[in-house]
């Protein structure tokens, strides 16, 4: 299997965590988002969004991180990262949502290149809108793992849910957002860097970190 990737993108982070639970070997096509290689004709080719991260396996390309997640999920089902119930699955797909559709696209580096180059934003600005967006989604995930988590985001074990939280605290530290208001999402972020599967999904210990 070939991840296209970028050590700093969080939406690659997210499948990598669920690869390494899951326990599959992968090789690491690194596209850098800085050069804007995620444009170019050769990986468009791949992902005509121009987007990281893409999965090419058995000469299929998937894209779009949470589709990857619940492909590897039908296609590899032990260990499980999704509730056994509808309902907790459910829960799971909207705590993923929360940072998939609510928190993220909005803080894309498009959507920031963006508000800087055709709406003149200053980089304070930026920051605030970044944090703006963190604090909502950060406030709903708190809510939602009282209800839900049980030492992780949903229930005792790691699900998708803490797939896509844990890549959304790495960005929110990244941009400075000070995350002492949400101490359950804080508890959930430290049983899983406990783990050797998140730990070695960091994008510190990916090719080219910096
Ligand atoms: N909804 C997509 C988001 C993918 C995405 O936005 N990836 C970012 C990195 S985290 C990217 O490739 N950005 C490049 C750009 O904005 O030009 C997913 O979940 O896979």
């Not at 459910?90 to 609510?102: K, L, P, T």
């Not at 839900?148 to 844990?166: M, N, V």
């Not at 605290?169 to 000070?178: I, P």
Request: charged share 20%; proline share 7%.
């Amino acid at each position: 299997m070939k991840l296209y990737d970028y050590w700093r993108s969080s939406a690659a982070y997210r499948v990598r965590i669920a690869l390494n639970l899951k326990g599959v070997s992968y090789d690491t096509v690194s596209i850098d988002l800085r050069t804007g290689a995620q444009s170019a004709t050769d990986y468009k080719s791949i992902n005509p969004q121009g987007l990281v991260p893409a999965v090419e396996s058995d000469g299929k390309v998937i894209t779009q991180s949470t589709a990857i997640m619940e492909w590897l999920e039908e296609t590899r089902p032990q260990p499980p990262l999704m509730p056994a119930d509808p309902a907790g699955r459910a829960a799971v797909r909207a705590m993923m949502a929360v940072v998939a559709c609510d928190i993220h696209p909005l803080n894309n580096l498009r959507v920031l290149n963006s508000l800087k180059a055709e709406f003149g934003a200053t980089q304070a600005q930026i920051d605030a809108w970044i944090a703006r967006w963190i604090t909502a989604g950060f406030d709903t995930l708190e809510a939602l793992i009282d209800q839900h988590g049980e030492g992780f985001a949903f229930g005792e074990g790691p699900t998708l849910a803490d797939c896509c939280l844990i890549p959304q605290v790495y960005n929110a530290r990244r941009f400075n957002v000070d995350l002492a208001p949400w101490p359950r999402i804080m508890a959930v972020d430290a049983a899983c860097a406990r783990l050797d599967e998140f730990a070695a999904a960091h994008p510190s210990r990916q090719p080219g970190a910096e």
